[in-house]
């Protein structure tokens, strides 16, 4: 059985275009985290920060903090000769013609004091911000904006009462008070899970479907069929053909990330972040912060989308396999999948916005898959039921067994010729 699934995977191991794709989206994903890496200096504060300070803020390490801002600033005023109570005021203050009267030694100090004095303000500002949010106000907002009503407005609401004890609770255990990058400044969650992983996904998504669909044709495309199949092992040669496409999927989306993330966090220095709460306040980028439904770290986070996108990406594996058992053609394969793909993630568009439906539909691999930037979010808009994941992949696993149970007991029966 394994040497048939070793040459199965041979087929795409040896496939051009397949090894090319791969090469050109390594190589594109790459240069997109090179290339926005202009900013990778200042990140490395934080670092400093955290093993200086501690990665939970507190009043002490807070003022411990502080005193040290305003020393360095007492540093900048004997620098300038001059009487500041903030590295801003001296930059506001600031002439072109003055900007030669310092070296790039003294430039480094200011540029550093100036990022200190950043994550500071943003410290003090905490308590202050998190006070002024309302959940069940927001939740009305959000009813509004997206025209909701009757059953699905009830479901909206009562959901966002759930989620407004969780914050409350987030706010009294501290999960906000702990060291990240500054997300308004970098936006560095939505560089990592939005841009670099929606690439990957992508990228995968369609590697996958193309290897998937050629392993499970070959012989079809090749006219090889009758003679394949009438062999002692048979029409159940399809049992190794989905192992080899899983087993392909699964080399495949590994390639991707360890390529990608292994430049990522080359490039990136996450060293000392990776016990914060992915539920920081510093993780704020937009209107609302991030808020997960549980005390999730920013490794765990990560593992857990890694893990999440891994296994839908294996049902997508399983579904190509399904569908190309039935049409028996690769190219068939890919449009109608592209096509599937498309319609199920625009499915909730078509569902009343008075209706429980309109979230039931949003239950898709598209969904999941394409939403990652808010996985296991309270704060993730009409998809911010606490069991979203897990409801997701445990019905779609079973709609993908039984579709390739399915195909494969009919494959087992229909006429080939």
């Given amino acids: 059985m394994m040497r048939i699934i070793f040459h199965e995977c041979k087929k795409v191991l040896t496939s051009p275009i397949l090894i090319s794709l791969i090469i050109v989206f390594s190589a594109f994903n790459i240069f997109v985290i090179v290339s926005s890496s202009d900013h990778k200096e200042e990140l490395k504060i934080i670092n400093e920060i955290i093993e200086t300070y501690g990665l939970d803020i507190t009043d002490e390490s807070l003022d411990e903090f502080k005193s040290d801002v305003q020393i360095d600033v007492a540093e900048l005023n004997r620098m300038t000769a001059s009487e500041f109570t903030s590295v801003y005021e001296f930059l506001d203050g600031l002439r072109y013609e003055d900007q030669e009267k310092y070296?790039?030694?003294?430039?480094?100090?200011?540029?550093?004091?100036?990022?200190?004095?950043?994550?500071?303000?943003?410290?003090?500002?905490?308590?202050?911000?998190?006070?002024?949010?309302?959940?069940?106000?927001?939740?009305?907002?959000?009813?509004?904006?997206?025209?909701?009503?009757?059953?699905?407005?009830?479901?909206?609401?009562?959901?966002?009462?759930?989620?407004?004890?969780r914050f409350e609770e987030m706010v009294n255990k501290g999960e906000q008070k702990r060291w990240f990058f500054a997300g308004k400044a970098y936006f560095m969650h939505t560089f990592l899970f939005k841009t670099v992983f929606l690439q990957i996904i992508i990228e995968s998504l369609l590697?996958?479907?193309?290897?998937?669909?050629?392993?499970?044709?070959?012989?079809?495309?090749?006219?090889?069929?009758?003679?394949?199949?009438?062999?002692?092992?048979?029409?159940?040669?399809?049992?190794?053909?989905?192992?080899?496409?899983?087993?392909?999927?699964?080399?495949?989306?590994?390639?991707?990330?360890?390529?990608?993330l292994g430049t990522f966090f080359a490039v990136f220095d996450y060293s000392h972040v990776w016990g914060t709460s992915i539920s920081s306040a510093f993780n704020w980028e937009y209107n609302f912060p991030y808020v997960a439904w549980w005390d999730i770290s920013v490794g765990a986070f990560l593992i857990g989308v890694i893990a999440l996108v891994f296994v839908t990406l294996l049902l997508f594996s399983g579904l190509t396999f399904a569908l190309s058992v039935t049409v028996k053609n690769s190219y068939i394969t890919f449009f109608l999948m592209a096509a599937l793909f498309v319609l199920i993630w625009l499915l909730p568009g078509f569902m009343p916005k008075s209706s429980i439906l309109l979230f039931v539909s949003a239950y898709t691999l598209p969904t999941l898959i394409l939403t990652v930037t808010s996985s296991f979010m309270g704060s993730s808009g009409l998809i911010l039921f606490e069991n979203f994941e897990w409801i997701t992949i445990s019905f779609w696993t079973v709609i993908t067994l039984a579709v390739c149970f399915w195909s494969y007991k009919r494959f087992l029966k229909i006429d080939i010729q």
Wanted: hydrophobic share 40%.
């Fill in 103 to 165: 070296n790039d030694e003294q430039w480094e100090f200011i540029h550093r004091l100036q990022l200190k004095e950043m994550y500071l303000n943003m410290a003090k500002s905490i308590d202050e911000s998190y006070k002024k949010i309302d959940i069940q106000k927001m939740a009305e907002v959000e009813i509004e904006k997206y025209g909701l009503s009757g059953k699905a407005a009830e479901t909206f609401l009562n959901e966002n009462e759930k989620f407004s004890e």
């Fill in 207 to 260: 590697l996958i479907v193309l290897t998937t669909a050629l392993i499970t044709t070959y012989e079809f495309e090749n006219r090889t069929h009758l003679l394949t199949y009438s062999t002692k092992r048979g029409r159940k040669l399809m049992k190794n053909k989905l192992l080899s496409s899983l087993a392909m999927a699964t080399t495949i989306v590994f390639l991707l990330f360890a390529i990608t």
